[in-house]
């Protein structure tokens, strides 16, 4: 093999992976342009306004009462 | 505590003399109950209580040195929303009250309340003994 094919070889290796990886590159950017904002257009759910002031509301039990058996009980 | 003191003011003294000074600090738990104008006729007046569309009741879950771990809620919903509990939706949310983390119709919430089937499925056991529960 002369080395005029292995220069030729070489520069066209070198412009393949340019022309690769230009294409990668831009095809990221654009579905990175066109992906959603993770949680920016949840509509927050009206019962966490409903219920932000609900310590002005009737309080049914005047002193805290102690709960046996973890976290869930009874309302 | 007076009336206008906030749960998480309580001061630990004021509790020694419970279950809860004795208890580890993560299962010690004390429940406030509030409801909003919605349903307060039912809660504290009712006998057999129906409580009206748009009631919510919110348990607010406090440990000493904690604050509020979570708040658990009955929300009343339109009729035929879940016959089988009375039509309240059962929603736990975090303790700032920004935050649903689980919302059912029935599942275990449902199964302790329909025992009080005839009270609305709601449970009156921190109301003053006044001839309601």
Known sequence: MSTLTVRRAKVFFLGATLVTLCFFASFSRLTQAQSPAPQASTPEDPLVKQISDYRTWTRVNAEPQFVIGGRRGRS | ?133
């Open chain 2, 1 to 133: 505590m007076t009336p206008e003191q906030k749960p998480e003011e309580i001061k630990p003294q004021e509790v020694v003399a419970t279950e809860a000074a004795i208890a580890p600090p993560h299962t010690s738990l004390f429940a406030t109950v509030y409801v909003n104008e919605i349903g307060r006729q039912a809660m504290m007046t009712n006998v057999r209580p129906a409580f009206p569309v748009g009631s919510v009741i919110v348990r607010e879950s406090t440990s000493l040195g904690i604050g509020v771990l979570d708040l658990l809620l009955m929300v009343k919903r339109a009729k035929d929303f879940s016959p089988a509990s009375g039509d309240w939706e059962f929603i736990l949310m975090d303790g700032k009250a920004t935050k649903i983390e689980m919302r059912e119709k029935t599942g275990s919430c449902q199964a302790c309340h329909v025992a009080q089937k005839d009270n609305d499925f709601v449970f009156r056991t921190y109301l003053p003994d006044i001839g309601l529960r």
